[in-house]
Every structure is written in C-alpha cells, then in structure tokens.
C-alpha cells in the first residue's frame, strides 16, 4: 500500500484552536508543506503576528517568534539581516498587516527586505470578536458595524496588496483563495514561489490569501468558502499581482 | 595598552562604545538631540560590515531590535524623548520576552513635542516602566562624555547577563557637548554569552519560540514571578552610585546625569564658605541606591536634590529617606538650565539657615 498523504514532518500532532471551518489551519498546514519540500525546517524562523494566528508557535515545528500587533515586518527584518542565510517569513492577519501594521510592512516591502510575507485576509477581526478589518467588504456586518460597512462612514476596502505593486522593492505577489482545491494548491504554489524568491535573494515577496472566517460571517464553513469565490474575489482578484 | 584618546561629542562616544562593545544591529530614526549619534553608527557600522538601518518610525526601530536580539546578536536602538516614548511597547515586549537590548535616550524638553534643549524630565519613563507590565529596566545615567563610552559600552554585557533591556538615560547637553574620551584601541565585547534560547532555525534541537503570551491558567503569573527574582538579583548586584564630600557632610546633594556633574562645582562653592556639604550621584537610577541614600541619611543629613525636571528622582529620595522635612528641591524644566549659581541661591534660600543654626 503506498501512502499518498501525512502530517509534514514541520507540523507538530496537536489540534488546533481554529474555529470550525477557519482557512488558518490549511493556511499552516501548506506553509509547512512548502517548508518540508524545500528541506529548510531547521533554517527556517516564524514571526507570528497578534490576532487569530497568535498561537502558531504551538502548531509549527520550527523557531517562532510572537511580535507585537502589526510589527511583524519589523521583528522579521531585525532577524533577516543578522542571520541572512535562514528563510525568514511573517504569518500576518488582514488587522495586522493592513492596519495598525501598515508602515511596518510598506516599508519592509519598500527596503526590499529578503523576507517572505503569508497575508491571510479574512476581512475580519477574529481573535477579538469580528470587528472590522480594513479589508472588510462594503455592506458586511460586523461586530463595530452593526449598519454594515458604508463607504462614507467606514470608507474603502484596502487592497493593500496592489499598494504594494508600486514598490520597487518587491519581487513577487500574488494573491490565492484557499476557497477550492484548485485554490488550494494554487495557494501552496505561492507560498513555495514565494520562498524560493528568498532563497535566492531575490527580495521582498508577499502571498494574500483570501480565507473564510465562518464564525464572525455569520455562515456554515461551506457558505463562507461560496462566500470567497461569488463575492470575496471580486473585491479582492486571485492571479499574481508583481512578479 | 595602547590608549585612544581624541575629542568627541556625547553622541559620537555612545556609538563608539556601542561599537566596541560588539553592538551588530542598529535601527535608529532621525530626532534632535541625537542625530549625530545616528549618522555615525551609519557610518561605523558600516565600516565594521554590520547592520545599519534607518527605520520608517521608532516602533520599527526598537521591534528591529527585537528580532536581531531575538536572533541572539546585540543590537541598540536611540532616539529621544518623544521617540522614546513610541519605543515603550517594544521595551515592554522585550522584558516580557526576556530579551536583552541596548536603549539610549538623549533626553529633551517634554511633554508632548517639546523642545530640543536637554531635559530629565523621562525619569519616571525610564525608572517606573515606561510600558505596560510589571517590569523593570536597567537605566544608566552618564554624567560625562567618557561615560556616555563606557556606560554604552557596559550596557550591552548587563543587557546578555540579564536577558533585559537596559536604558543608556543621557541628555541633549551630554550628546552635544565635545570632550575627551579615552579607551584602549583593541577593547573587545565584554560579557559575550551564550544564547542557546535564540531563533536560528531548530538545528539539532527542538523548535523554540520567543513570545510574551502566557494564556493557560498561572503561566503568566510565573514568567511575572521568575521576572521579579531577576530584578531582585539586579538590585543586589548591580547599584551604582558615586559619592563626593559625603563623610562629614550636614547637607547632600542628591543628582545624577549633568546635574549631577554640576552639582559637584556647588558642592565645592559650600565648602570654600565653610558649609559642609557633598554630592551623592546616582549612577543607576533603576536600581537605585535606595540603602546608600539611607545611609547617609543618618545623624540628620539633609538631602538637596536638584534635577531638570519638575522633581522625578526626589520621589525616590523620598522613598529612601523616610523624612520629608530633610529634602529640599530644586529644578528647571522645559530645557531650562540652571547654573551652579542658581542651584546654591536656591539652597541657601531654603535650607541654609537651618544648617547654619544647626537645625
């Protein structure tokens, strides 16, 4: 019998705390895929960011770091550029990166810092409760916009990742939706595009993921992933952004 | 051994200490009264092949610092009062995580924007924890341009021995003002250990993480408790203080950083008219010489404390000396500067007297 599938060796066997249905856990699982396929598990060092990801130290088997909220490019930089032989990569939420972590990560972007970015965007605040996000769609409810988000109250959708195509720094983006098993892998393949451009020096890389949060939209984990694919991506388009 | 010796500003001589003391990651944005400690670590570091950056913000710089401390290299991040005051949640994440690192503040009038002249105004800032947590840094307070290198120099071994950032407290006129600074041309990094905690990839070990989240039942109130032993054993080991003319003295001055430099000419003015008097100059204001101060405190000595603040460090005195009716004060703030003039009119105008009467 010829085994077609298990656990990678960077993921530790301990269940997640994840809600039902969340992307964060397949999002882990193929960074650690890509980890492995690239032989770099000992090389390789994690900044976690503050939000639902906060814990992923406790689901990776390599050195993790916890940063404070939004300083995640910061902390990866600090780390990169004294020990620029490892493969350096943040794990940041959309509140993260898009919000109170906006300078940090446009300017790592902008210094062409030689660090892999994974940017899950779920438009939402997870670990606090559902709030809104920067990227949270126009018309959505959420917890601090109970008439949903209006454009002249709570303003735009920030599609921080085309920001991030004006910065001559960066190598590579793309943006993927882990909404179907197409998207799946094609997220997978981002990820390893994205690492390998570090690996050979090459910059700046950023992969967005558009994931579900089933909980704080209010639907089953199979509407939530209906959700990406009818709504999601045409506020936020899949395919690569720079390269 | 061959010493260098040649004139240099407060600022260029914190960052030749930084240098010397093997400092491998400098993140720094531009603020007065510290610029030309930036630029030359842009340009030292440079020399020596190691890491420089300008950061977008302070918030940067200090989280830099914790990724490159992190990594397990010493690393320094400078600025000045109100870029200090940014940098306090990545001090606060940095004692929480246990990580040692270099902070230098070239103090300047606050609050709010301030101005650029020197102040003492962040003692409360650097001395109470500046961030939130219950936590403590090590603050070392130069009085001389000499000891902006060496202070510098020394902070990054008390930084490894303790895994704990520690605070270089200077001010705009240390920074700015030029004087000799010696040390020997091949000093090396003292205090270099080991890092077995640090982020280089789980190579023949486990993985491990570096993080201040503590959310299972009591974890946070050990790493809390395990803190508060550290700090313990800082405050028995590790108190700094330089006395002048205090054996015999009726009246102490109590001062640290370039008050405390001046309140040396004061001392010596009372003594030529016959008043016994003497400096007590804190080196370390955390930890501070609270047992020192005590001491002297002893037989009725009366304590002037002079700072450029609105009275920070007094409190502290207060602390150590159990007696308000024994402690004067006097202080500029703002920028303001006082002279040695002024500091002795204002202790003749409060306390002489009762000196004098031996009161």
Redesign the interface.
């Known amino acids: 019998m010829r085994q077609l599938s298990s656990k990678p060796r960077s993921m530790k066997d301990v269940p997640t705390h994840y809600c039902p249905g969340c992307g964060h856990g397949l999002i882990h699982r193929l960074v650690c895929e890509v980890v492995d396929e690239l032989g770099v ?5 994690a ?1 976690a960011p503050v939000g639902c990801a ?2 992923a ?1 406790d689901y ?9 909220h939004g ?1 995640t490019p ?10 620029p032989g ?1 493969l350096v990569f943040t794990y940041q939420g959309d509140g993260d990166l898009a919000a109170i972590g906006t ?2 990560i ?2 790592a972007g902008n ?1 062409g810092e030689n660090i892999s970015v994974v940017f899950v965007n779920n438009g939402v605040y997870g670990m606090t409760g559902g709030q809104m996000a920067p990227t949270t769609l126009l018309g959505q409810m959420t917890a601090t916009t109970p008439r949903t988000r209006r454009p002249k109250e709570e303003g735009f959708p920030m599609k921080i990742t085309e920001m991030m195509a004006t910065l001559s720094g960066v190598a590579y983006l793309e943006r993927t939706a882990v909404s179907s098993p197409r998207g799946v892998m094609a997220t997978k393949k981002a990820i390893l595009r994205s690492f390998r451009t570090q690996l050979e020096g090459k910059g700046f890389s950023m992969v967005e993921v558009l994931s579900p949060c089933p909980t704080y939209w209010g639907m089953d984990p199979v509407r939530a992933m209906e959700r990406i694919e009818k709504e999601v991506v045409k506020q936020y388009p899949v395919g690569v952004i720079k390269e | 051994m061959k010493k260098v010796r040649y004139l240099s500003t407060g600022n260029e001589a914190c960052g030749e200490g930084a240098v010397r003391a093997g400092c491998l990651f400098y993140g720094g944005y531009p603020i007065t009264p510290q610029n030309e400690l930036t630029a030359y670590m842009a340009k030292r570091m440079n020399e020596e092949g190691r890491v420089f950056i300008q950061s977008e913000s302070e918030l940067s710089a200090i989280n830099m610092v914790f990724g490159a401390s992190a990594a397990g290299y010493r690393a320094m991040t400078t600025s000045s009062s109100p870029g200090i005051s940014l940098k306090q949640e990545g001090i606060s994440y940095m004692a929480g995580c246990e990580l040692p690192g270099v902070i230098v503040n070239v103090m300047r009038g606050g609050p709010g924007l301030g101005n650029i002249a020197p102040s003492q105004s962040d003692y409360f800032q650097a001395t109470k924890g500046g961030g939130h947590g219950d936590y403590r840094i090590i603050v070392l307070a130069p009085s001389t341009v000499q000891e902006m290198f060496d202070f510098t120099y020394e902070a990054f071994a008390l930084a490894d021995k303790y895994r704990n950032p520690v605070m270089v407290l200077a001010d705009g006129m240390l920074g700015q003002m030029m004087e000799p600074v010696e040390f020997d041309e091949d000093i090396k990094p003292s205090g270099m250990v080991k890092k077995p905690w640090a982020m280089t990839g789980a190579k023949g070990r486990p993985a491990q993480s570096v993080k201040s989240l503590f959310l299972a039942d009591g974890m946070l109130e050990e790493l809390n408790i395990r803190l508060q032993k550290k700090f313990r054993l800082i405050e028995k080991n590790e108190i700094r203080y330089e006395n002048y003319q205090t054996k015999d003295a009726d009246i102490v001055f109590v001062a640290y950083g370039t008050i405390g430099r001046m309140a040396r000419a004061c001392v010596d003015d009372l003594r030529d008219k016959g008043i016994k008097a003497g400096l007590m100059r804190p080196v370390t204001l955390w930890p501070f010489p609270y047992d020192e101060i005590k001491r002297l405190a002893k037989g009725g000595t009366k304590f002037f404390v002079t700072e450029m603040s609105a009275g920070q460090m007094v409190e502290d005195v207060r602390l150590a000396v159990q007696d308000d009716e024994r402690i004067y004060f006097y202080g500029r703030m703002g920028g303001g500067i006082p002279t040695p003039e002024e500091i002795n009119a204002s202790l003749e105008e409060q306390v002489l007297e009762k000196v004098r009467e031996g009161k």
Do not use: N
């Open positions: 598990r000992e090389e390789t060092i900044v906060v814990l130290y990776w088997d390599f050195d993790t770091l916890e940063a404070a300083r910061a902390v990866a930089t600090g780390i990169k550029r004294v020990q490892k300078a940090e446009i300017h210094r």
